[in-house]
Structure formats: C-alpha cells, structure tokens
DNA sequence: TTAAAAGCGGTATACCCAGG
DNA sequence: CCTGGGTATACCGCTTTTAA
C-alpha cells in the first residue's frame, strides 16, 4: 500500500509517481491525499479503478480540517474516487467480521458440525455434506429437488418444547410447491415406511408452513462435549439409513 | 439451459432481565 | 410478581452457484 501526499491541489508530477510506482507490481493499493482534486485528476483515478482488475485499487481523497469547539483540529478525508467494487467489498468484510463474532452458540454449532465432517471422514457416508455453518441444521441433497436429508443439532427440544435439554434429528425434509401431496402421498405409505427404515418417525405437517418434515430424534447435552462421539455416530447413522432409504422413494415419487 | 445444491437473509417466537 | 422491551435463535424460503 502506497500513501502519496499533497499539501496542495493535484497536479501531473504526483500523478506520474503513482503511476511509476504502480508499475511492475503485481498488486497495489494507491491512497493519493491532496487538499484538493481537480476534475482531470479525479476522472483518471476513475479511469485506472475501471481498466483495473481488483488487485489495483486507487484511492482519491481530499482532506479537511475540522475544528469542533474548543477541541484539537481533526482531519477529515472525503472520497472523491475509489474502486468500484468497494464498498461492495466493504460491506463483505463487515459481514465476515460479524461472522467471526460468533455467539457461544454459535460457536458450539459450528465446533459440531465441523466435528460431524471429521467423523464422517473417518467412518465414510452415502452422502456428501456440506460446509459447516454456525446453525443448528445442515442440508444433504438427496438428489432432487424439494426434498432434502436434514441434519438437526438444536438447542432446543421440540419434544419437551423447552430449551432445557437439546436434541438430535435426523429428517426427510420436504419442501416447495408440492410438499403437502408429496408428504400425503408419504403417509399414505406409513407403515410400510416405518417397517423398512425399521424406526418409528415423527411426522411433522404444521398447517401453517409449506414445508413437512418426516423424523427421529434423541435428546442430548450439546455442552457436554465428552458425548460428542456417541452423537455423532448416532447422528450420522441415522443420517445414511435415511439417505439410502429415502432416496429410491424420493426420486421415484409422481411429480 | 435446466435442475439440484449450496448459501444467504428475513421473520416470528421464546427467552431473559430490568423496572414498576 | 407481573409486564414489556430487547435479544438470540429456530425456522422458513429465496437467491446464487454449481453441475449435468
């Protein structure tokens, strides 16, 4: 990062020095500082930030000087060119910076999951699973659409339908435009079902939401982080059961 | 070009705690 | 003890990316 300054307005020499030192690197930030920009010289930064891929990035900013009260002076910095992508960029930063923040729980939920993909490493799976996110649930793809094996990891019971204990679920989950005539057609085939996964399931229609969920859950202590094994493995058991089970009638349910 | 998979973000709700 | 307002999170569905 190169920092040009400039007591007085923009003029050709600076400009030509930012440039010589641009050239023959790589990559470069350039923040050029001047009390004031003339119109020529803020169009050419514009111009550069265009023609220039994202490792080159020029900044144009004018400085102030503000005094508030009885208080030392305290520059001011206005931008009058910068990257495009910028603040595009900017607002990512932000929310990866937020994403580092993460909340105790989020933290645990994140440690889980990344511990579920070791474990499914070690001991292999039908199904490919995805980048750990710090939330409760994890999608499997199943192989079409609307439907999906979902992994639960929650800090919440919805058994007891209190957060004092946590739970384990593994779901067929079933979404989109047809999730209702796609689960009655499910439950139509209830037993048979439940005799060939050889579990009893809860069936989940909340008429107020589109999606359905068909599942087995076991309560567990997320913080107790000396069963993790034993959830993982229970989990990810059920998980591949799921998987080889379900996908065959998923795939072969009418439209 | 399309369906599927992955990722993102909003919203409703339960929880917690301060103040009456 | 009750209320209500702020916050964390469970849940839902949409958008973007990927792959066939």
């Keep these: 990062m190169l920092v040009e300054n400039q007591l007085k307005r923009t003029d050709h020499t600076h400009l030509g020095q930012l440039l010589t030192y641009a050239s023959g690197l790589q990559a470069v930030t350039i923040v050029w500082i001047s009390r004031h920009f003339t119109d020529e010289h803020r169009a050419a930064l514009d111009w550069l930030n265009e023609i220039t891929d994202d490792k080159f990035r020029f900044f144009g ?10 208080s030392g002076a305290a520059p001011k910095f206005n931008i009058v060119s910068k990257p495009n992508d910028w603040f595009c960029n900017v607002a990512k930063g932000a929310s990866q910076l937020r994403g580092t923040e993460l909340t105790e729980t989020k933290k645990i939920q994140m440690d889980f999951w990344t511990a579920f993909n070791s474990h499914l490493d070690e001991h292999g799976a039908l199904f490919k699973f995805g980048k750990p996110q710090p939330q409760y649930w994890m999608n ?22 209190s957060g004092e204990s946590h739970e384990l679920r593994a779901e067929l989950y079933i979404s989109g435009i047809n999730a209702k005539a796609h689960y ?3 439950e139509l085939q209830r037993e048979d079902i439940e005799k060939g996964l050889n579990r009893q399931l809860t069936w989940h229609n909340p008429e107020n939401a589109r999606a359905c969920h068909l599942y087995t859950q076991k309560a567990v202590d997320l913080n107790d982080r000396g069963r993790w094994e034993e959830y993982l493995s229970w989990l990810a058991t059920e998980l591949n059961e799921f998987y080889r089970y379900f996908r065959p009638i998923v795939l072969n349910l009418e439209p």
């Design 140 to 161: 499997i793809s199943i192989g079409r659409s609307g439907f999906a094996i979902e992994a639960i990891a929650s800090f919440w019971d919805s058994v007891k339908n």
């Design 61 to 70: 900013l004018e400085i102030e000087v503000w005094r508030i009260g009885e």
């Design 184 to 186: 009655q057609a499910l």
